[in-house]
């Protein structure tokens, strides 16, 4: 046996005795996971020398302790608590179960006795290792954290994700003059920032006044005051925020735009888009909360009416043409486009998008991120789409004529073309495009179908109780004599634990969905108004967003207090 041999020990040296793996082999797996700080199984598969199965297979056969699959188990079971999150992600353990003073646990290298000693430590319990597949245990692993609450150890920045526009190299001389590695500051940033993960909230506001400091929570669309935390600190906050989002600290007079990335755990992370904006007592920053889980829930999660959702995959599943997204900021028009997009990523579209910036990333999809001080707008990043031999195309909103121009000669050119307007519902938008300077002719030619849509507070199941609302007020609502025949009951919000007192918990999607049919497009060649075209999309059967309100209103979804105000008509 040779001199290299003598540092190997444990599930390694086991390895070269059984003749599965050459000394060789063992060796240059060794230096791969010492140079990249990973352990020695995870390497060894990563190497594709061995699966994790073979592994775990090999080490019950070798040393004698029992297999277990962790996808066969329910991890609802396992108790909580138990290991500490540090010692179980330091040592790649999980508990598994619980019975008198014994703790059985998971593990992938039995050989780690320092594991198996420190779980003694720690719980004073006799522990039962059992092998584990290495890739399931940390899949497991990062479940348990994640559900605990105390998975944050550092904010990591997504390098692809940085806004590089100029300066770079005098920021990096900035930031060391600051004193950022304050780390009581560090941990309340991931505090906040974990709590507005857990409590499903949208935006983080951070608004510094003349005699206090507060933090706001947007939770299904409404503002609600978190944490006043204390006013000396605000310049900390924002300029830790900076850094992460590698934003110029020094620059304190304009707004700036940038990202940042919050690591959960292996197997999950959520991205933030950071705008900060001047105000009269300090920088005021707004952290969007992008999850990209959010798109691939699936167009049933979404609220679409049966009709409506035939409607939309119809237009879709056209070869060329433009589709329209139209609602307020904070709508959901976002999820939507990408929900779209998701249903058509396939292996055989060419998919790009120009947006500003992306929120979501959607593997499979060629992203932009629109840079108009570099020169990169949305029609310049159009045309290039355009010799990209694409296939879908989506802008993140249309905002002059020239990006309406390209557009539309894009769907009419064979391609299929998604993006936004601010409009308030789906006829007002083609007028919208006429107002631009958009001919009639191509509006008409191009657009199959336009969505409308509206985010409602969706009513808690746990709390929500029938209301008697008086006749006349429901016909003034909207509803019809027809609606009303007694088969249905409206609901109200109560307030409980689980909505936090609010009633509501969650938000649905109302939505308009208007295709765009032969006698509105003779409308639009005529010049009609938003209002002719909204009289043919009522005779052709097109729901309004009140009417589409109502009927999750009789569905018991939301209230109908929550419908006449995010309608407003």
Same mark, same amino acid.
């Given at each position: 046996?040779?001199?290299?041999?003598?540092?190997?020990?444990?599930?390694?040296?086991?390895?070269?005795?059984?003749? !599965?793996?050459?000394?060789?082999?063992?060796?240059?797996?060794?230096?791969?996971?010492?140079?990249?700080?990973?352990?020695?199984?995870?390497?060894?598969?990563?190497?594709?020398?061995?699966?994790?199965?073979?592994?775990?297979?090999?080490?019950?056969?070798?040393?004698?302790?029992?297999?277990?699959?962790?996808?066969?188990?329910?991890?609802?079971?396992?108790?909580?608590?138990?290991?500490?999150?540090?010692?179980?992600?330091?040592?790649?353990?999980?508990?598994?179960?619980?019975?008198?003073?014994?703790?059985?646990?998971?593990?992938?290298?039995?050989?780690?006795?320092?594991?198996?000693?420190?779980?003694?430590?720690?719980?004073?319990?006799?522990?039962?290792?059992?092998?584990?597949?290495?890739?399931?245990?940390? %899949?497991?692993?990062?479940?348990?954290?994640?559900?605990?609450?105390?998975?944050?150890?550092?904010?990591?920045?997504?390098?692809?994700?940085?806004?590089?526009?100029?300066?770079?190299?005098?920021?990096?001389?900035?930031?060391?003059?600051?004193?950022?590695?304050?780390?009581?500051?560090?941990?309340?940033?991931?505090?906040?920032?974990?709590?507005?993960?857990?409590?499903?909230?949208?935006?983080?506001?951070?608004?510094?006044?003349?005699?206090?400091?507060?933090?706001?929570?947007?939770?299904?669309?409404?503002?609600?005051?978190?944490?006043?935390?204390?006013?000396?600190?605000?310049?900390?906050?924002?300029?830790?925020?900076?850094?992460?989002?590698?934003?110029?600290?020094?620059?304190? !007079? =304009?707004?700036?735009?940038?990202?940042?990335?919050?690591?959960?755990?292996?197997?999950?992370?959520?991205?933030?888009? =950071?705008?900060?904006?001047? %105000?009269?007592?300090?920088?005021?920053?707004?952290? !969007?909360?992008?999850?990209?889980?959010?798109?691939?829930?699936?167009?049933?999660?979404?609220?679409?009416?049966?009709?409506?959702?035939?409607?939309?995959?119809?237009?879709?599943?056209?070869?060329?043409?433009?589709?329209?997204?139209?609602?307020?900021?904070?709508?959901?028009?976002?999820?939507?486009?990408?929900?779209?997009?998701?249903?058509?990523?396939?292996?055989?579209?060419?998919?790009? %998008?120009?947006?500003?910036?992306?929120?979501?990333?959607?593997?499979?999809?060629?992203?932009v991120n629109v840079n108009e001080k570099a020169g990169l707008t949305f029609a310049v990043a159009l045309k290039a789409f355009l010799r990209q031999d694409p296939d879908i195309i989506m802008v993140g909103e249309i905002r002059d004529l020239e990006t309406a121009d390209i557009a539309i000669k894009a769907a009419q050119t064979g391609h299929m073309v998604f993006s936004t307007l601010h409009t308030n519902d789906a006829p007002t938008t083609l007028t919208r495009m006429l107002n631009m300077g958009v001919a009639p002719f191509n509006v008409a030619s191009s657009v199959i179908l336009i969505t409308a849509q509206?985010?409602?507070?969706?009513?808690?199941?746990?709390?929500?109780?029938?209301?008697?609302?008086?006749?006349?007020?429901?016909?003034?609502?909207?509803?019809?004599?027809?609606?009303?025949?007694?088969?249905?009951?409206?609901?109200?919000?109560?307030?409980?634990?689980?909505?936090?007192?609010?009633?509501?918990?969650?938000?649905?999607?109302?939505?308009?969905?208007?295709?765009?049919?032969?006698?509105?497009?003779?409308?639009?060649?005529?010049?009609?108004?938003?209002?002719?075209?909204?009289?043919?999309?009522?005779?052709?059967?097109?729901?309004?967003?009140?009417?589409?309100?109502?009927?999750?209103?009789?569905?018991?979804?939301?209230?109908?207090?929550?419908?006449?105000?995010?309608?407003?008509?």
């Amino acid at each position: 046996m040779s001199t290299t041999t003598a540092p190997i020990s444990g599930l390694a040296r086991l390895l070269v005795q059984h003749g !599965r793996l050459a000394e060789a082999d063992i060796e240059a797996v060794h230096v791969a996971a010492s140079d990249g700080k990973t352990s020695f199984i995870e390497q060894l598969i990563q190497s594709r020398k061995m699966t994790g199965k073979e592994i775990a297979e090999f080490s019950s056969q070798a040393f004698g302790y029992p297999l277990l699959d962790l996808e066969q188990i329910d991890d609802t079971y396992i108790p909580q608590g138990v290991l500490d999150p540090k010692l179980m992600t330091a040592q790649r353990i999980v508990p598994l179960y619980k019975r008198g003073t014994r703790l059985f646990i998971g593990i992938s290298d039995i050989t780690n006795l320092q594991a198996l000693e420190e779980v003694r430590f720690q719980t004073g319990q006799q522990i039962e290792p059992i092998i584990v597949e290495d890739g399931k245990l940390l %899949t497991l692993q990062a479940k348990l954290i994640e559900a605990s609450g105390a998975s944050i150890k550092e904010l990591q920045v997504n390098e692809s994700d940085l806004d590089l526009q100029g300066g770079e190299e005098e920021q990096q001389q900035e930031v060391s003059t600051v004193d950022v590695d304050d780390a009581p500051v560090v941990k309340y940033i991931q505090k906040i920032l974990l709590d507005a993960i857990k409590a499903e909230a949208s935006d983080i506001h951070f608004e510094p006044y003349e005699k206090f400091y507060r933090i706001r929570y947007r939770q299904d669309g409404i503002l609600r005051e978190v944490a006043q935390p204390p006013l000396a600190i605000k310049e900390k906050i924002a300029s830790r925020i900076k850094v992460i989002s590698k934003l110029d600290i020094s620059e304190k !007079r =304009v707004p700036q735009d940038g990202r940042m990335k919050l690591v959960l755990s292996r197997t999950r992370a959520i991205d933030f888009r =950071v705008s900060t904006l001047p %105000t009269l007592h300090g920088e005021k920053i707004c952290i !969007r909360i992008l999850d990209p889980s959010s798109a691939t829930l699936g167009i049933d999660a979404l609220g679409y009416d049966p009709d409506q959702k035939e409607a939309l995959m119809h237009a879709i599943s056209r070869p060329y043409g433009m589709v329209l997204v139209t609602g307020p900021t904070g709508s959901g028009k976002t999820v939507s486009l990408y929900t779209c997009l998701n249903i058509l990523n396939q292996p055989g579209t060419n998919i790009s %998008t120009a947006e500003d910036p992306a929120e979501i990333n959607l593997a499979g999809v060629n992203q932009v991120n629109v840079n108009e001080k570099a020169g990169l707008t949305f029609a310049v990043a159009l045309k290039a789409f355009l010799r990209q031999d694409p296939d879908i195309i989506m802008v993140g909103e249309i905002r002059d004529l020239e990006t309406a121009d390209i557009a539309i000669k894009a769907a009419q050119t064979g391609h299929m073309v998604f993006s936004t307007l601010h409009t308030n519902d789906a006829p007002t938008t083609l007028t919208r495009m006429l107002n631009m300077g958009v001919a009639p002719f191509n509006v008409a030619s191009s657009v199959i179908l336009i969505t409308a849509q509206r985010l409602g507070r969706r009513l808690c199941a746990s709390c929500k109780q029938p209301v008697d609302i008086p006749h006349e007020a429901l016909l003034d609502a909207g509803f019809t004599e027809a609606d009303l025949d007694g088969s249905w009951t409206p609901y109200k919000p109560v307030g409980c634990d689980i909505c936090k007192g609010t009633g509501y918990k969650g938000r649905v999607g109302i939505y308009q969905v208007m295709p765009i049919s032969d006698e509105m497009n003779r409308i639009i060649m005529k010049n009609g108004t938003a209002i002719d075209i909204a009289d043919q999309a009522q005779r052709e059967g097109v729901r309004d967003l009140r009417r589409s309100g109502l009927i999750k209103v009789k569905l018991g979804v939301t209230s109908l207090e929550e419908i006449m105000a995010i309608t407003n008509e």
